[in-house]
């Protein structure tokens, strides 16, 4: 068996694969090259390369940037929550919006970002938190990936999202969230650094009566000081100290 079809066999439908994987199996970059103008292999940015007539897929290009570049990126906020049995919406008729974070500040590859796909990936180098101590292990499509725990991908969400029309959108995402674990809900509360998410994140929590807002201890999260305009020309609420939307009603909490 010659050494491309070795390689071809070994390659997952969909996955994409660089420099440093094709050495590994004795392909060099001039090799690489040569099978790529002959019509095995497609480019798909510089020095990465897909199986011809595969449709990549966009996990493994995920999977590519956690394995083969080793940056500290994951699976975040809504795309998280999503692959984790929580979805809400159906963009029908639109590209397939996937969010990745990164906790370090190291730049995203730009070709990923000019991919002509179906699909497309929003990045966001994040200070939510200073560590990756709350991800998870998720296999998509066959790539086993890092994801963010639902308990750090709602607060990403909350995060991400243009909360200044309405608080809606949070909320539709967090009355799902019946069964986190209130001590990693805790943990990643107290390490959290934005105050906004954690004080819509408590608020939406306990309006929700979800079953373990019960179990958190609030005094040892820092919720800041002062009064935050989250929903503009909303109502005060007056124990988290934020504006929130106005049909709501006062909240008697």
């Known amino acids: ?14 996955d994409i694969h660089g420099a440093k994987w094709l050495r590994a199996r004795g392909i060099d970059q001039r ?46 906020g809504r795309t998280a929550l999503e692959l984790q049995g929580h979805s809400h919406y159906v963009a029908l008729g639109l590209k397939t919006r996937i969010y990745l974070t990164s906790y370090e500040d190291k ?30 292990t998720h296999n998509e499509s066959g790539f086993d990936l890092k994801v963010a725990t639902r308990e750090l991908a709602s607060l990403e969400l909350i995060d991400t999202l243009d909360l200044s029309g309405s608080l809606e959108t949070a909320e539709n995402y967090t009355q799902s969230l019946l069964t986190l674990r209130a001590e990693v809900v805790q943990k990643v509360l107290e390490e ?18 979800l079953p373990w807002f019960k179990a958190l201890n609030t005094e040892k999260i820092n919720l800041g000081t002062g009064k935050r305009v989250i929903v503009k020309g909303g109502e005060l609420n007056k124990k988290y100290m934020i504006t929130v939307d106005r049909y709501y009603g006062e909240n008697p909490f």
């Open 1 to 14: 068996m010659s050494r491309l079809n070795q390689v071809l066999l070994n390659w997952k439908p969909g």
């Open 31 to 76: 090799l690489a090259y040569s099978y790529y103008e002959n019509g095995y292999l497609e480019r798909i940015g510089p020095g990465v390369f897909a199986r011809k007539g595969d449709e990549v897929n966009p996990y493994g290009i995920v999977r590519f940037l956690q394995e083969e570049l080793e940056l500290k990126v994951h699976l975040s």
């Open 107 to 136: 730049a995203f590859p730009m070709w990923i970002k000019k991919l002509e796909k179906d699909f497309e990936f929003v990045f966001k180098k994040s200070s939510l938190l200073a560590s990756e101590n709350f991800l998870t």
């Open 192 to 209: 959290c650094n934005s105050i906004k998410a954690k004080r819509v994140f408590l608020y939406l929590a306990e309006k929700l009566n």
